[in-house]
Each structure stands twice: as structure tokens, then as C-alpha cells.
């Protein structure tokens, strides 16, 4: 894994804070259980709206984590008056998702000046095992964020 | 666009049961508006909690829409037999999802005896007008249904 | 299909001159058969060098010729001092590439400051007829030309 | 990395031979280095008719080669009466590809019964420096081969 140097001293904080001011995140219980430079996890705790009749969690939820946990390891490497958008991301489904949780990992593969490129893995937790239940790429675009959102950070 | 024959000439009710046995179809507040053979048109209303803080729809549902649409849009072509199953999808998000709610319009563009392929257009609808939102191109694989689950639709 | 006003007005010269500066488009024998304001189509001839053992085209042609087509649907919208960068594309292969030539057209499906994005479909010709053989969806990057490469098209 | 376990002893015998019957491979001259189980890697050395203007390798040349990297990768896994096909690929272009020849490693990641998924990294070498050029994920379909390519591995 390639080492990154974070644009901004309080990644960590601000990546956090970014999190939860979007609804969805709070409304599907996602939680961030760790912040590193370009590499950020997630969980996802199972709940009875959030799974298919066959137990398994849905595809939109397991895309919806992979996408989150892709753009705040981005989100990890810029300054602080910059955040991310996502342009696109590719997503293989290998296996059902399923188990008592969700865990997400994403990683910064590649760091340029506007565009920002992750691989997201996606596992289940069942039993104390962990089973990859899907894969993803992903193009985040570095963007430059209005006044009013900046500096929020000091406000977390 | 492609004229396809329905494998089941159910399709439709099909599709309808099928949609309806998803909690997570529900619990975002989805729905059908038309089925046609190779095709899926559905809505998402905008809801409070599924809104990001700049009052856009959060792309796990823009996903979540598109997957769906794209997957009806499968199925309603295979045997009362049959299912399908997501192998993967790449989805481009081109605008902010926003307006009272998302029209997602999938259609197959290559139907295999054993993968079928969709594109999927999402469009966020504000003012009465339709803005894209987002496309997706998608990869489903046919699989047979488990004795338990075929026939499923004279019970709906 | 959307109707855009290209920036440049002479699009047409400047993308079939960037096209020639390519010594793989010209090696593969790849032609463009038109331009059109965010849309190119172009052909590539079959060939002894270019085919598999069992006479289909090779899968990194009809990907080279999609990633084209796109790319230069994308340069037919920018300024003269602009060119594209293929940021990522995906590409499903939905039938073999056979027949005597591959025919691919290139659209732009959205035009934004910094980031286009396209849809190509790759078509086999044979006995006449057109078959779908690839479907992409594409990425691009506008960047600015560094000072020596713009104005090239007085050139040509 | 995941250990996998191929299902043909000659696994390696017979991806060299399959990659020879191509000749496409042979045109653009790329060359197999290594063939473990689950992953394969190959170079392709700089040549003149193989880079654009500005000296990089061409993007489709990219595309091919990850494409039939991942695809040897899945097929080191599969019976001897058995090929694979691309389905599907995403290929992210993270920086120019240059120096004095590409290498690029597909490992699987995900071995299905009829489905294989690969991930792909491409190279630049230059000045004994390794960069990473691109990136991809790719969906493979198992097939059964028709009998007259079967125990072509003999008589390689």
C-alpha cells in the first residue's frame, strides 16, 4: 500500500464531521471505525429494513457503503477548504452480503491534483468470519468547497 | 431500441411480485411505474432521510434505483422459472440528484441465455422538468430459482 | 439523443487532425467516417494481424476503437486550446467483433466543464448486417494543451 | 492475496499455449514472464508503431494488454476442457504509460463456478522505476470449450 501524506493535519476530525452531516449515512446506522490517510473503514450493522426476504443485505446498501468508504479515503487527502464528488465507481457483487454486519475498506490507489481513484472492498462478517461480497473502483473529483461549508471542522 | 419477446407472459406481475419482496425496495419508498418486456421504469419520492444536507438524493440510492431498475428490466425477460442475479454495474453520477423525486428507466441491451446486459438512465424531477442525474451500465446473470421460490407469483 | 453546440467551429479539421497524430489509430488502420458536434463514428477494417485464431476481432481493438470513438466525440465539444483525457472507461463485450470491419459510435451523453462523459457502441458488419458487439460507458478529462501542441490544426 | 488451487496440473503449459494462438498478442508483441495460479503477468516492450505522438503507450494497447492478463489469469484456474471469456472490464488510466516497456499482473479475486473476477495493474517501466499506469476490474465467464480446441495443450 502506497503512503499518503494528508493535505490537511486534521483529516481525521474533518472526515468524521463530513460523515455525519449526511442523513443517509445516520439513516442506514453506517459508522466509521477508522481514519487513516487515504484509507478509510466502515461498518454497517444488519437491521430488518435493510435486507432482502432472503437475508441478504441489499445491493443498494452494499453500494451506498462502498461509495461512502471510497470518497472519505479520498476525502482523508485533501485541504481543508476541498471535499470530494463522486464521478463514478464500477462495483462486482462476488457474493451475497450477509452476516451480522457489513465492514467496508477504502483505499487510495491513486492521488492526482483534481481526480482521485479508490479500490473499495466490501466483506461480511458471519460467525467471526469475514467474506468478501464485493469489489469496487472508483473516480472521485477533487472539488473546491463553498465558503459556507468551510472550515466546518472546527464546528464538529 | 431492441423489440424483446417475454419468456414468461406473466412478466409484469412477475416483476410487480418480485419488487415487492425486497424490504429495502419498500423501505426507501420506491416503486414500479411501468413494466414492459426489457424494460423497467420506477420512482423514488423524495423523502427526508434520504437526503444528504444540500438536499440532493445520496448516490447509495441513486445506485440503489439504478441496480433495481436495470434488474427488473432483466428479469422481466426470463422463464417463470428464472431469476436474476447482479454480477456488477458501473454508474456514472453526471448531476446532483434533486427534485420531489428519481425516474429510473432501465433497459436490457444484449439479452444472453446466461448473462444479460442493461443500461440504466436516472433522472432527478424538479419543475416538471427531467434532469439526468445518473447512467449505468449493468451486468445480470440468469440463474434458476430454487424450487421454494418459482411459481411465486400466483401467490402474489 | 442531445444537441450540442461545439466551442470550436472548426471541431470537425481539429478532431480528424488529432486523430492522424496517433501512430496506433493509423497502425491499426483505424478511419473516422464522421464528426459530428459530440458525436464521431469511425471503422477499423479486418485484418490478418488484428483477428484471434477463430476470426474475431481481439477484445483490445474493439476497447482501443471504443476509447477512441468516445474520446473524440468528447474533443469535438472543447475549445481549440483543449484536448480529453480518458480518465476510465467500462466496457461490456456482448457478442463476438466478426465481419469485415468494426464500426464504432462514439456519443456524449454528458458535457460538463471539467469532465465529459460518453456512450460507444461497437458494431461487427457482416453479409450486410450491423451487430452489436460492445457496449462502453467512458470517462474523459478536459485539459488545457500545453502551448506547443495548440493551434495545430492550421497545421494539418 | 487468496491461495487458489488450479483445476488443471498443466495449468501453466496451457496458458502459454492459448496465449500463442492469439494473434494479436504475437502483433503487438507482448510476452507471458510468470503464470502462477490465479495470476499472470506480461510485459509489452516499447515500439515505435505502438505509442502516440507524445511518446506514451496508447490507451488501447493498455486496455488489451490488462484485458488478457486478467483473462489468463482466470483461465490458469479452469479445467483443460475449459476457456474463459470477457464479459465485462473497467480500466481506470491513472497516468501516462511509458518507458521502455509495460507490465501489467492480473490476479483473480473472486473464482466462481461460472464466473471469475480479476484485478489488473499495468505498469510503466522506466529507468528501473515501476509506475502505476492503470488499473481494472474484470468479470470473466467460464465456457466449456468446443471439442476440436480441447487438449490443444498437447500439441503446443
Known sequence: ????????????TEVRLRFRQQPY??????????VRPGQ?????????DLIQH????????IAGLADIAGGFAGWSLVAADQGMLTIEYKLNIVAPGQGH??????????????????????????????NLCAT??????VMTL???????????
Open 1 to 12: 500500500m502506497t503512503v499518503f501524506e494528508p493535505s490537511n493535519p486534521d483529516y481525521a
Open 25 to 34: 449515512n445516520l439513516a442506514i446506522g453506517a459508522e466509521i471505525t477508522d
Open 40 to 48: 478509510v473503514e466502515m461498518v454497517l450493522p444488519a437491521r430488518a
Open 54 to 61: 432472503n437475508g441478504y443485505f441489499h445491493g443498494g446498501l
Open 101 to 130: 454486519r457489513l465492514r467496508a475498506v477504502g483505499d487510495v490507489i491513486s492521488r492526482g491534483r483534481s481526480i482521485i481513484v479508490t479500490r473499495i472492498d466490501v466483506f461480511g462478517e458471519k460467525n467471526g468470519q469475514d
Open 136 to 141: 469496487a473502483l472508483q473516480t472521485l473529483k
Open 146 to 156: 463553498p465558503p459556507e461549508l468551510q472550515g466546518a471542522q472546527t464546528a464538529g
